[in-house]
């Protein structure tokens, strides 16, 4: 099985129209759109669809699925509703789309399990505390279990839609807790929930890559191709496909050794030349690629 490379046109740096051109001059098999920004899932019309799909098609591209950011983690209590809203508009114009794939941002995974807890003098005393200054809090932030909890609903009820209007959620996670995800996915019961799989990230939290791949491929969806270093800090920092320290030599190969069936969407969501970055991705994944591939 061959990789299927796409480009997120919101990095392109034109109109849709525009970026769509673009993604054709490099040759990729698809595109990743963005509900929001480059179209309003709660607006947009079956007409416009149609160009846009007429569009992609005339360019020998598939639409490889929509992106749908939402600026709050998918558990945040306030304004859940209107997330949910455009969250389920863009799942359900996905098949006009001829794309079964909708990402969407959870936020920071939280846990289902509260931590182990030893009693100390301290602790009581923090206790005291806490109590005495209980009262004025006005907004207190929901435990960890609450948020895990109201997240498993959340995913229940939107997986659910995705069966009817047959489309899958992708998970974009900010980090990559192995139990916690295989925890998570055990307890969604509406239908197929899928992981974003992003070496970027788990480069940043100082993971390898290739080992987080291997520990959950059978959960993947799409993969958000990004390269990561580390700055004078300590700290992670995105950078240009293969400027950073993700081992592509390594992973590329691990990925047709596995089928990965998801799109490979090659991203650059900073610095002053995204577009060329794009390009530059893109063809370094071209010259990893067996000959039979390319």
Known sequence: MSLRISVATEDLGS?????????ARLKVDGVRLNARSEFNANTVSKSELRQILQYTQERQMKVGGLYCPVKHALYEE???????????????????????????????LPTATPPEKEESTEELAADSFDTLFAAAATSPKKSPQAEHALLRELLTDLTRHGNHVGCTINLIVTGYDVANIRSLLNDISGGPLRIVFDPATAMMEGGNPESV???????????????????????????????????????????????FPGW?????????????DVATGVKRIRELLPQTEN
Request: hydrophobic share 40%; proline share 3%; charged share 25%.
């Open 78 to 108: 306030e304004f859940l509703e209107p997330r949910l809203d455009v969250i389920r508009a863009t799942m359900s114009i996905a098949r006009s789309l001829q794309t079964t794939e909708v990402l969407v941002r959870c936020g920071p």
């Open 213 to 259: 791949f291997r520990q959950l491929h059978e959960d993947w969806g799409s993969m958000r191709a990004r390269d990561a270093g580390t700055n004078l800090d300590g700290g992670g920092m995105e950078t240009r496909l293969g400027d950073g320290n993700v081992n592509w030599l390594e992973l590329i190969p691990t990925l047709i050794e596995a089928d």
């Open 15 to 23: 109109s849709l129209r525009g970026s769509l051109d673009a993604a």
């Open 264 to 276: 490979v969407c090659v991203e650059r969501t900073g610095g002053d030349t995204r577009a060329a």
